[in-house]
């Protein structure tokens, strides 16, 4: 069966909640899917016209967190509602600061999170491409100090389906498992 191209599922697709503040120091977040490694230390992320961009272009500075398993809810609330409408991150209750490397909200209900400068927002092609910073783990997600995708339980957007799903158990090893294959007569 042949798919609507503008329906084609990519996966995995992200759920990275962007912090910024406006030009009045008020905290706000949104909810983004289409986002990416660039390059070593480097995310993009392909975003409209929203009340966060018109924050990034004014701060220069955002942050990503990764949205978990225990904040899905506040998760999604902050991609179906604006910052242009209502304080987002008062209504929400959770509790942010502001990061000690960049000019953005850290919402401390996400133990993972990027501190970004904006390296580039190019706004004809709506591509932010942050450099990151800093990035603030909670003791709680580590294992022998690197961030377990196990303990955190981060979860993907289904575009199928639209539902968020925790990303899942390990299959097999990287630049590993395809020996199997590269070193058989
Ligand atoms: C699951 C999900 C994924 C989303 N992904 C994106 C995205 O990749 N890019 C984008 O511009 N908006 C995306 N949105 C929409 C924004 O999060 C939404 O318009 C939000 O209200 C913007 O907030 P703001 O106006 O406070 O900045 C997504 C929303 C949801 C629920």
Not at 1 to 27: C, H, L, Q, R
Not at 122 to 147: C, F, P, R
């Amino acid at each position: 069966m042949e798919f609507d191209s503008k329906k084609a599922v990519i996966v995995p697709e992200g759920v990275f909640i962007i912090g910024t503040y406006d030009e009045n120091g008020v905290p706000n977040a949104m909810n983004a899917a289409w986002g990416i490694q660039s390059d070593y230390g480097e995310i993009a992320l392909f975003l409209a016209k929203h009340k966060t961009t018109e924050n990034l272009k004014k701060t220069g500075a955002f942050t990503v967190a990764f949205a978990t398993k225990n904040t899905v809810t506040i998760s999604d609330y902050f991609g179906i509602e604006s910052g242009n409408n209502v304080n987002k991150i008062e209504k929400t209750g959770v509790h942010v600061h502001k990061s000690a490397h960049v000019n953005a909200p850290i919402i401390e209900e996400y133990p993972l999170v990027l501190e970004c400068e904006v390296k580039e927002w190019n706004e004809e092609k709506e591509m932010l491409t942050g450099k990151i910073i800093a990035q603030q783990a909670d003791e709680s997600i580590l294992t022998d100090g690197k961030v377990d995708l196990g303990k955190l339980q981060p979860i993907m957007y289904d575009a199928s389906f639209h539902v968020y799903r925790v990303i899942g158990e390990v299959v097999g090893k990287a630049f590993s498992d395809g020996n199997a294959i590269k070193n058989s007569l």
